[in-house]
């Protein structure tokens, strides 16, 4: 698999250890990796304290950087064959669902369907899960402040919703990995036997629990 891949996704719930893995996999593979610019968002700081009133203009903001980064997939680059990026396009749709209003849904879809006529397709998609107290540890560690107000309730039905999604996903090969005592970025020996089950991929789902 890892030979024939030009399209890497690594997807899951917030706190799941998407962007360190993305750019650990990019620097072993001489990979580009383009990551969801979450600290540019300018909405974003409001939002967990007031989601129905910033929800829209921050969804807004992830969608139009997000086209934007699969368009820069769609330009071949003649010196690397291999693009990463710590989320999937498709993701957008379900967090417009969970967090807009009727009207702001009418709205988003309208120009949500305009911007998906011509997506690139992930050639796999590694799927990071891990419990919600775990999740949540890890989100406190790393101390972003526009997380602190995050409640559990949030990150759960996050994480239901993203399980829905991409346990029935059937477009591309997809490996499932429960993460609660995985270390990809410091434990050397569990990055290599990810690396060789990624190898050993041909097709639909895969499911990993890293010992």
Do not use: W
């Amino acid at each position: 698999m890892l030979k024939d891949l030009n399209y890497l996704a690594i997807e899951g719930p917030i706190g799941a250890g998407k962007t360190s893995l993305a750019l650990k996999i990019g620097k072993r593979l001489s990979g580009k990796v383009l990551l969801e610019e979450v600290d540019k968002n300018p909405f974003l700081g409001n939002f967990y304290k007031e989601i129905d009133k910033v929800a829209f203009p921050t969804q807004i903001f992830f969608l139009l950087n997000r086209y934007r980064q699969q368009q820069e997939l769609l330009q071949k680059d003649l010196f690397c064959n291999l693009n990463i990026t710590d989320y999937m396009f498709y993701r957008d749709r379900l967090f417009a669902y969970m967090n807009l209003s009727d009207e702001e849904l009418s709205l988003y879809e309208e120009l949500y369907g305009m911007l998906t006529k011509k997506l690139v397709k992930p050639d796999l998609i590694i799927y990071l899960d891990a419990s919600t107290p775990v999740l949540l540890k890890r989100i406190r560690k790393r101390g972003r402040d526009f997380e602190r107000n995050m409640t559990e309730e949030y990150l759960e039905a996050s994480k239901t919703s993203l399980h829905y999604f991409f346990f029935h996903y059937d477009e591309s090969p997809v490996l499932l990995i429960n993460t609660d005592n995985a270390d990809f970025i410091n434990n050397e020996e569990q990055f290599e036997n990810l690396m060789r089950k990624v190898d050993s991929i041909k097709g639909g789902k895969n499911y990993y629990n890293p010992s």
